[in-house]
């Protein structure tokens, strides 16, 4: 393989990895912030993409964006409505919302499992056609991206720093706590799952206009790729201000995608994709554990060693 096609390769998942790397700030906060895990991001995911697309086809490309995003906080706010006022567990309701999510995604493309956006016009192609003529011109895609994840950091940053942030992420240390502190934790966490739910079909809206189709199964998986992307951002970046791990979600999100592109090049078959989805998941989880148990594992060895000698 030349230069030129493995710099291409790595543009494409450098894309790749921020436009799903919304969809990590999303899991960042209603898993690391709330204490949530939200099972149904693949359907949220793919709900976003749905309506985005619907929207952009009907001719208005910039008004798809906040759409997909109302789409988003909608799902949010029924996975919270489950767990908060139905006494329903937030794994089961994230399930249960993920599966009927399926049909209302069927619903919104109107029946169909694919729909074709080769002609349709996106805000990827309106930046092509900004940046016609200039330096910049190939790279459109990926000033998108990258303009779409700096305004979700720069909110996602303020925003739990505001007086309801704070208590977003007091809920996710201590709901107990919270509760004797006049706040209330069902607003806050529906609050929360309301967000993070946005940044989830925003990520979806802007993969089906990026690739200009859009697939009923686009968002599986999504829920596996963002805790590996987060796993990994908190690996590199370790602890620190909510920026600091923010941008660590972003890189994480970009490593995942470049390790995962860079499997692609070995002619792996497609099938295989899953599995070095989960050895990838598998890896970001047990390397820190191994990480702080390295010293007693060389410690016990020597014990060993010594016992022999």
Known sequence: MD??????????????????????????????????????????FTLGAAVGAVVAISGHPFLSLPAAM????????????????????????????????????????????????????????????????????????????????ILVVAFLTLFLRTRLGLAIRATGNNPDMVRSSSINPVFTTTVGLCVANAFTALSGCLLAQSQKALDINIGTGMVTIALASLLIGGTVMGKGSILKRAIGVVL?????????????????????????????????????????????IKRRMAHGKGAKG
């Open 70 to 149: 109302a789409a988003g906080v909608a799902s949010g706010y029924v996975t919270a409505f489950l767990q908060t006022r139905a006494g329903i567990n937030s794994l089961l309701a994230g399930i249960i919302v993920n599966t009927g999510l399926y049909s209302v995604n069927i619903a919104v493309m109107g029946g169909a499992s694919l729909l074709n956006m080769n002609k349709t016009e996106t805000v990827f192609t309106y930046m092509k056609s900004a940046l016609e003529g200039t330096f910049l011109a190939k790279q459109y895609k990926l000033l998108v991206a990258l303009i779409a994840v």
């Open 252 to 296: 994480g999100a970009v490593i995942f995608r470049l390790v995962y592109a860079a499997a692609l090049r070995f002619d792996m078959p497609s099938y295989m994709l899953k599995l070095v989805s989960s050895i990838i998941v598998i890896l970001a989880i047990s390397l820190p554990y191994l990480k702080e148990r390295m010293p007693q």
């Open 3 to 44: 230069i030129s096609s493995l710099l291409g390769l790595a543009q494409t998942a450098f894309e790749l990895g921020l436009i799903c790397s919304l969809t990590v700030l999303a899991l960042y906060l209603s898993y690391s912030m709330l204490n949530v895990c939200d099972l149904s991001t693949d359907g949220c």
